[in-house]
């Protein structure tokens, strides 16, 4: 099973509040994807010694190029998970920094669309399913989904 790792946008990840990535991906290998493929999520890549797997997640579309010219649509922010990780996380620098990149350097990127089949408990480690629902187990705490196992 192939990786995504998401890095400094983890945090939304473990909150579900993001669907959508987009990758500087050479196009060999962006077209090797398909819709409902299965991917591993990583908060950093494992090749660093230290990533740890976060979840997976399932491709709802094939990727696709699109220009990273701003503006990025409202909606497309918020399924990026910008929107969370600056309310939450005060990332607004990390968010700002991103959409700068793309307006500095314009260029085509890949569209990933995805879902969560599960992504760990940020309280003890195990999996979470993919719709907790109102499961009494599970709360979330500054959006961060958690189980009463602590």
Not at 40 to 64: F, H, M, N, V
Not at 121 to 128: D, H
Not at 136 to 145: D, K, N, V
Request: charged share 25%; glycine share 8%.
């Amino acid at each position: 099973m192939r990786i995504l790792s998401f890095g400094k946008t983890a945090p939304a990840i473990l909150a579900r509040q993001k669907t959508v990535t987009r990758r500087d991906w050479a196009d060999k290998y962006g077209r090797s994807f398909s819709d409902g493929e299965v991917l591993q999520a990583w908060d950093t890549s494992p090749r660093t010694g230290k990533g740890q797997k976060i979840g997976e997640i399932c491709l709802t579309a094939r990727p696709y190029l699109e220009s990273s010219r701003p503006p990025l649509a409202d909606v497309e922010q918020t399924r990026e998970g910008f929107a969370f990780l600056s309310e939450y996380h005060g990332n607004c620098d990390l968010v700002d920094a991103i959409l700068e990149d793309w307006r500095a350097k314009p260029r085509e990127v890949w569209v990933v669309r995805f879902d969560y089949l599960w992504t760990v408990c940020v309280a003890c480690g195990r999996p979470v399913p993919a719709n907790p629902g109102t499961d009494p187990e599970y709360t979330t705490s500054r959006g961060l989904i958690a189980c009463s196992r602590r």
